[in-house]
């Protein structure tokens, strides 16, 4: 399949009805709302890259196109290294399974601090690539910024006590490793895309999870 707005948007609608039928799972748990929301933001976040592309190619006015980038990389760069973690330890249903998460979260914070300094000083860009887009923020010592950035969101997945946590989690580290050997200059599209379909695993949290049952879930 060749990436495309079309295929953005696509994935973004389905992506986001996973996050409608979510919530409608919540069944009045609410330390589960924060990840049952969080298929929508990946849903919205697909849906957005659409507008970058259609701005690259002049179907959208230019500026419009360029505001959708910055959405999409603030979302992408800022937002889900920090995000991730809390969901996570929001989760959990101890303290010191919660606890477990700070070191996460923290690196997570660092991460998205650097790459949001990185934004603002140096000038973002993207480019049309054949199956993707190709985004640039200037990084510096790139590889090790990303390689704390999956640590901090594919990890905290992992540590997850919930199985379906789990399999999302490793979903994404599949797709990483993946996505690391095809195209290191598509990684942003191409990850986040593949992190938006997998949250098929959020959505079987929410369906077959049962209230105050977090043990017989738990992995460890």
Not at 94 to 116: K, Y
């Amino acid at each position: 399949m060749c990436f495309s707005p079309e295929g953005d948007l696509v994935g973004g609608l389905v992506v986001t009805a996973i996050g409608v039928d979510a919530v409608r799972h919540l069944r009045q748990r609410k330390d589960h709302l924060a990840l049952a929301t969080l298929p929508l933001l990946l849903g919205f976040h697909q849906i957005d890259e659409a507008f970058v592309w259609w701005g690259l190619r002049g179907v959208v006015p230019h500026e419009l196109g360029r505001i959708a980038m910055w959405i999409y990389l603030i979302i992408a760069f800022v937002v889900l290294p920090i995000i991730v973690p809390v969901v996570v330890m929001l989760l959990e249903p101890s303290g010191r399974r919660r606890w477990r998460m700070a070191p996460f979260l923290a690196i997570g914070a660092g991460v998205s601090t650097t790459l949001l300094e990185t934004m603002v000083r140096n000038r973002p860009s993207v480019t049309l690539g054949a199956y993707h887009l190709a985004y640039s923020i200037g990084l510096q010592h790139g590889i090790f910024i990303i390689g704390l950035y999956i640590l901090a969101t594919c990890g905290s997945l992992l540590a997850s006590g919930f199985r379906h946590i789990v399999i999302f989690g490793a979903a994404n580290v599949v797709a990483v490793v993946v996505l690391a050997r095809l195209s290191a200059d598509g990684f942003a599209s191409l990850w986040c895309f593949y992190a938006a379909l997998a949250c098929g695993a959020i959505l079987l949290h929410m369906r077959y999870a049962k209230p105050h049952r977090g043990a017989p879930y738990a992995v460890s």
